[in-house]
Nanobody, 124 residues
């Protein structure tokens, strides 16, 4: 079955950097799949951060600061996060879905499989 395991979260100061990783298994990583990062703050809706494998997409709030990438040989998805701000504090999740006729987007309802999340905390 599909498994997604995130790591790399932690606590950093305002302006710091982190790189999140998501190791995937249970599907052909280099196949027709979109992958994405989402984040969620307690009491708020989950929001899309970045998408790869469909149209490369970033949320406006992270453009120019975050970079999504993937290593097919390692079956791993990454999110490089630079210039972090306290408002980036959240639980970060990776997700995967099969590519369909319609392009992948960062709408939460479209995504089939999720990891357990990794916490990112940015102190001011």
């Amino acid at each position: 079955q599909v498994q997604l395991v995130e790591s790399g979260g932690g606590s950093v100061q305002d302006g710091g950097s982190l790189r999140l990783s998501c190791v995937a298994s249970g599907f052909t990583f280099s196949g027709p799949y979109c992958m994405a990062w989402f984040r969620q703050v307690p009491g708020e809706e989950r929001e899309g951060v970045a998408l790869i494998g469909g149209p490369l997409t970033y949320a406006d709030s992270v453009k120019g600061r975050f970079t999504i990438s993937k290593d097919n040989a390692k079956a791993t998805l990454y999110l490089q996060m630079n210039s972090l701000h306290p408002e980036d504090t959240a639980m970060y999740y990776c997700a995967v879905r099969r590519r369909m006729k319609n392009p992948c987007s960062l709408q939460v309802v479209e995504w089939s499989y999720w990891g357990q999340g990794t916490q990112v905390t940015v102190a001011s």
